[in-house]
């Protein structure tokens, strides 16, 4: 996971914070104050606009949408709601 942002930007400030409460490890890029000047954000999102948060094929460029997707990750990065054990097998599958 990697986030593009810069220092003074309190949409950026608001997914740092949800990711720091969350847990979640990311790399960071600080870019440019500049907008003209962000390729690596351009590259990654199509735009210069921060923040950008990039998870594998995820590409999330509005800060709502960013922490409504952090929201379903726990700190070791599955999706939280899934489930933690395997299905009860029905009575036709059972060994016993």
Known sequence: MKLYHTEWCPECEE??????????????????????????????????YVPVLVDGETVLTETAEIVQYLDRYTPNGHESGAASNPPLSSPDERSD
């Open 15 to 48: 997914v740092r914070q949800k990711l720091a409460a969350e847990g979640i490890t990311y790399e960071d890029e600080i870019v440019s104050d500049v907008r003209p000047f962000r390729k690596s954000v351009y590259e990654a999102s199509g735009q210069y």
